[in-house]
Nanobody, 120 residues
Framework: VQLQASGGGLEQAGGSLRLSCAAS????????MAWYRQVPGNKRDLVAS???????NYADSVKGRFTISRDNARKKVYLQMNSLKPEDAAVYYC???????????????WGKGTQVTVSS
């Protein structure tokens, strides 16, 4: 199983970016999908998550600005980031809990990360 994230880049404060992450491989089912972010020297923090049923959860710092969504048929998760702030700059990682044909218990998988830079 591999997760491939895309959509990061440089944006001005107040602007928008949309991150995408696609899963590939011998996947049986995908449960919770999420986005985390990390700045150097800090731990990786949850930004937003979405369950297989569509329930969402957001970090307080992004509520009202970011929206997480998923496309189950395409095995993708998205993060729409609006009203970006300089403090949103980080490496963003996608995360999925995936059951595979080889592992019915499932486990967490991570993408390699995509850099988001916000200029003030």
């Amino acid at each position: 199983v591999q997760l491939q994230a895309s959509g990061g880049g440089l944006e001005q404060a107040g602007g928008s970016l949309r991150l995408s992450c696609a899963a590939s491989g011998s996947i049986f089912s995908i449960h919770t999908m999420a986005w985390y972010r990390q700045v150097p020297g800090n731990k990786r923090d949850l930004v937003a998550s979405i369950t297989s049923g569509g329930s969402t959860n957001y970090a307080d710092s992004v509520k009202g600005r970011f929206t997480i969504s998923r496309d189950n048929a395409r095995k993708k998760v998205y993060l729409q980031m609006n009203s970006l702030k300089p403090e949103d700059a980080a490496v963003y990682y996608c995360n999925m809990f995936i059951e595979t044909i080889a592992d019915w218990n499932g486990m967490d998988y991570w993408g390699k990360g995509t850099q988001v830079t916000v200029s003030s």
